[in-house]
T-cell receptor, first 113, second 113 residues
Framework: DTAVSQTPKYLVTQMGNDKSIKCEQN?????MYWYKQDSKKFLKIMFSYNNKELIINETVPNRFSPKSPDKAHLNLHINSLELGDSAVYFC????????????FGNGTRLTVT | DQQVKQNSPSLSVQEGRISILNCDYT??????FLWYKKYPAEGPTFLIS?????DKNEDGRFTVFLNKSAKHLSLHIVPSQPGDSAVYFCAASANNQGGKLIFGQGTELSVKP
């Protein structure tokens, strides 16, 4: 009964392809996030959705498009993949109340060749 | 512009001793601070948090201290155990920022038996 689950765990693809990462949470949280951990291990927020509405979009190229069909799911679609997109992508969820901790999935390691 | 900094990339401690992990921040608007622990190939796991109106929070072997005037916080683990070996991330959030957490770059703790 994983709280935040994302698939796939590993994704290897070629430049120019389009790929999606799926995320689901069963914690009843109203807010979901995508974070990117780059090669220098920094964890940086990309997007946040609250009850299916986009509330944070942090200067991410528009090749990245999040989609939230309901508040338990937040998927990430990436068009025209580039070498620099190689990273680990983490999905997370929380309640949107001050100080609420984020609960993270186990990450998707994306490798673009 | 890195608002949350962990200046020690690694720390090695003997089992049974105290581990002290440090974190500095620059944004005085942060109102919550959190510590996360991360094992390889897993997502970050929430450990402990502290509100900016407090200077100490304790949970079992883990204690977080906050010095607002110095914009500094630390995580103390006593006694340290080999299972504590992981990467520890400091994170901060500000009110009205959509629950977004800003992370430090992490400190890798190694607890030797």
């Amino acid at each position: 009964d994983t709280a935040v689950s994302q698939t796939p765990k590993y994704l290897v693809t070629q430049m120019g392809n389009d790929k999606s990462i799926k995320c689901e949470q069963n914690l009843g949280h109203d807010t979901m996030y995508w974070y990117k951990q780059d090669s220098k291990k920094f964890l940086k927020i990309m997007f946040s959705y609250n009850n299916k509405e986009l509330i944070i979009n942090e200067t991410v190229p528009n090749r990245f498009s999040p989609k939230s069909p309901d508040k338990a799911h937040l998927n990430l679609h990436i068009n025209s993949l580039e070498l620099g997109d190689s990273a680990v992508y983490f999905c997370a969820s929380s309640q949107l109340t001050a100080g609420s901790p984020l609960h993270f999935g186990n990450g998707t390691r994306l490798t673009v060749t | 512009d890195q608002q949350v900094k962990q200046n020690s990339p690694s720390l090695s401690v003997q089992e049974g001793r105290i581990s002290i992990l440090n974190c500095d921040y620059t944004n005085s608007m942060f109102d919550y601070f959190l510590w996360y622990k991360k094992y390889p190939a897993e997502g970050p796991t929430f450990l402990i948090s502290i509100s900016s109106i407090k200077d100490k929070n304790e949970d079992g072997r883990f204690t977080v201290f906050l010095n607002k005037s110095a914009k500094h916080l630390s995580l103390h683990i006593v006694p340290s155990q080999p299972g504590d070996s992981a990467v520890y991330f400091c994170a901060a959030s500000a009110n009205n920022q959509g629950g977004k957490l800003i992370f430090g770059q992490g400190t890798e703790l190694s607890v030797k038996p």
